[in-house]
């Protein structure tokens, strides 16, 4: 383990608030003390505890509730390498016949700059989505290609290897926590769980306030708009519902300053244009 390097954010004034993460406040203070501390621990006091870096961790819930967002902020946290992004279907269906050789190839970067530099190599985070679209084969009876087994199998080859590497972090993601095999699952391998879930009521403020900040700080948002009203209006949205529903009422007050019968004519008063709480509650239908 090494210290957060300069460019870490998490610095001494690190604020969750700051990650533009809305609502996920006490979940990101677990994963990080179940799976990271260690991670950013003086190397002296984890070789002291005797423990190991935990290899991976599994993100589950609902779509559009921030698992990416959580995985790529957490990746600048501990300041590692740009993540690599893989989906189930995509290697599944996109490299038919060669799925298993590009799990190996997902691990190759990580693993030949830890023979090169061991503990002093950078952080390799690989984000495995979808993960349940590999899984969904395996030891299926009826109609699998047994494509899905084979991959599975790599992939716990491969995490298996992980145990010899300090600079891996695998996160798996998935809105199918039944779907995803066991043995993915064990110590060693994706070992810490988090559900990720909908936002409640407050979780929505924190993500309408994210969303919204900065046509807020701008001054274009009008004085009208309730963003306590908001969140109470929009009970079981994601996340990403809720960056929707701005975006939506971006365009509602776009269209107050579009000319009819011209082609994309804009109005001359276009600069005074204010998003209100009309454009919000029209974007809401
Ligand atoms: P999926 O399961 O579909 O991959 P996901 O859980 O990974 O979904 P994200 O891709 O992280 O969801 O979310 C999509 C977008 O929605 C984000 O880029 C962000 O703009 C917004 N969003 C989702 N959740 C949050 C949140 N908790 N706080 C702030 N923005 C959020």
Do not use: W
Not at 134 to 146: D, E, L, N, V
Not at 151 to 160: E, G, H, T, Y
Not at 181 to 199: F, N, Q
Not at 229 to 254: D, P, Q, Y
Request: net charge negative.
């Amino acid at each position: 383990a090494k210290k957060p390097p300069p460019n870490s954010i998490l610095t001494p004034n690190f604020k969750f608030e700051d990650m533009g993460i809305g609502g996920l406040d006490q979940e990101f203070g677990a994963i990080f003390r179940r799976a990271f501390a260690s991670r950013v621990f003086p190397p002296g006091l984890v070789e002291k505890l005797g423990i190991q870096h935990v290899k991976g961790i599994l993100l589950y819930g609902p779509p559009g509730t921030g698992k990416t967002l959580m995985a790529r902020q957490i990746g600048k946290m501990l300041n590692a390498r740009e993540p690599k992004i893989v989906n189930g279907p995509e290697i599944l269906n996109k490299f038919v016949g060669q799925s298993e050789e590009n799990i190996r190839k997902l691990f190759a970067d990580a693993e030949k700059e830890y023979k090169e530099k061991g503990d002093e190599s950078d952080l390799h985070i690989i984000i495995f989505d979808e993960l349940d679209a590999i899984c969904k084969q395996r030891g299926s009876t009826q109609g699998g290609t047994g494509v899905g087994d084979s991959v599975v199998n790599q992939l716990l080859s491969k995490m298996d290897g992980v145990d010899q590497l300090n600079n891996i972090l695998l996160i798996g993601m998935t809105n199918r926590l039944d779907m995803i095999d066991e043995a993915l699952l064990r110590p060693g391998r994706l070992e810490v769980h988090m559900e990720i879930s909908l936002p409640d009521e407050k979780g929505r403020l924190q993500i309408l306030n994210i969303h919204t900040a900065k046509m807020r700080s701008n001054g274009v948002m009008d004085d009208d708009v309730d963003l306590v009203e908001l969140a109470a209006l929009t009970k079981n949205f994601s996340g990403a519902e809720i960056n929707g529903l701005v975006k939506g009422a971006t365009s509602f007050a776009f269209n107050r300053h579009v000319k009819v019968g011209t082609m994309a004519g804009i109005s001359d008063d276009v600069e005074n244009m204010r998003v209100n709480r009309n454009d919000f509650m029209n974007a809401l239908e």
